[in-house]
């Protein structure tokens, strides 16, 4: 799943400094995420960095943009050539949000 903003949005631009992939941007009412560039984070943190720093927790899994883990991390190398990711079978809790305990117990893993 992408991430995505609901209309609770309070415009507070919190997130957009956060996202790792520059997906986050200011949209006609509120904050939106590019789907096409959002990895939910894997690759970089455990959890979706925008849903972090919200203050209304309105950055929430997409769930018509279901992903696979895998996928996230091919997206995540694709944007950033440069950078050296672990294997998708070294992911842990830290760079990985479907490793982490908080969101699998969730059902989100
Ligand atoms: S989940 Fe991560 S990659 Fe996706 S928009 Fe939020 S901060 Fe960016
Ligand atoms: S941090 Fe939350 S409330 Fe603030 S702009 Fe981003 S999505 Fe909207």
């Known amino acids: 799943m992408a991430t995505f903003i609901t209309d609770e949005c309070i415009n507070c631009g919190a997130c957009e400094p956060e996202c790792p992939n520059g997906a986050i941007s200011e949209g006609a009412d509120t904050y939106v995420i590019n789907p096409d560039l959002c990895t939910e984070c894997v690759g970089f943190h455990g959890d979706e960095a925008c849903q972090t720093v919200c203050p209304v927790e309105c ?3 997409d769930a018509d943009l279901r992903e696979e ?3 996230l991390l091919a997206r995540a190398i ?3 050539p440069e950078q050296r990711f672990p294997g998708v079978s070294d992911l842990d809790d830290t760079n990985s949000r479907f490793r982490n305990p908080k969101w699998v117990n969730q ?3």
Request: aromatic letters at 0%; proline letters at 8%.
């Open 59 to 61: 950055c929430v899994p």
């Open 69 to 71: 883990e895998v996928d």
């Open 78 to 80: 694709r944007l950033h």
């Open 107 to 109: 059902g989100r893993g």
